[in-house]
């Protein structure tokens, strides 16, 4: 039976929707990171334009990543074209895939403290897994492909540019009508330096 069968009115089910979505931004990141920050309303940067690309052009998610995804690789291709090989495709077909596959799952927990530590492990090991793949230089990724492309080619830091193109991302994504959330903030702080730690040790162990 639904809630309208047992005698809510439209105004309740609305505010009830209303409260479940702002306690939803309190609630954990997780492993997969993207696809629940989306779900849960703490937003991550390139969430936040994909987002707002969605809102103004009236496209989904998934179509939104995906024009952002071929704007910054065509970019990787004609700068620096070293960022471009199969674990670019492969990337996107998983990355994909990852984001379809946990967009749907909620794991919740009733203390605050749990949820924001769940959302944090996410960030760092999202971070930490960017780093991993990246530092294979078989290819990379749409964001990382921009990221990299830049660094390489102006001598510049990785965390630097990384941070100065999450800000870009959150700017753009916020002036397209894209949600404001916690995870928006960590994220510009963590993932830039965690990446680019975890590439000078990963190169580093395995003599790359």
């Known amino acids: 039976m639904t809630k309208a069968e047992r005698g809510y009115g439209n105004e309740q089910i609305r505010m009830d929707k209303e409260n479940n979505y702002n306690s ?20 991550g940067n390139s969430c936040r334009l994909w987002q707002g690309i ?27 074209r070293s960022q471009i090989h199969i674990g670019t495709i492969l990337y996107q077909i998983v990355y994909s895939f990852c984001v379809d596959l946990f967009a749907n799952i909620h794991v919740y927990s009733a203390h605050l403290w749990v949820n924001a530590l769940i959302m944090l492990l996410g960030i760092i090991l999202f971070a930490m897994g960017t780093g991993i793949y990246a530092a294979a230089s078989l290819g990379r990724g749409s964001y990382e492909a921009l990221t990299f492309s830049l660094a390489d080619k102006n001598g510049w830091q990785v965390k630097a540019v990384r941070m100065i193109l999450d800000i870009v991302m959150v700017v753009i994504g916020v002036i397209l009508g894209g949600k404001f959330g916690l995870c928006t903030i960590l994220t510009i702080i963590l993932s830039g330096p965690v990446i680019q730690f975890t590439v000078s040790k990963t190169k580093k ?3 790359i």
């Not at 997780?30 to 920050?37: E, K, P, S, T, Y």
């Open 54 to 80: 969605s809102e103004t052009f009236h496209v989904s998610i998934g179509m939104a990543s995906m024009i952002l995804a071929i704007i910054m690789i065509t970019f990787a291709f004609f700068y620096d």
């Open 205 to 207: 162990v395995f003599n």
């Open 24 to 43: 939803s931004r309190f609630r954990g990141g997780g492993i997969w990171n993207h696809a629940c920050f989306i779900c849960r309303g703490w937003w």
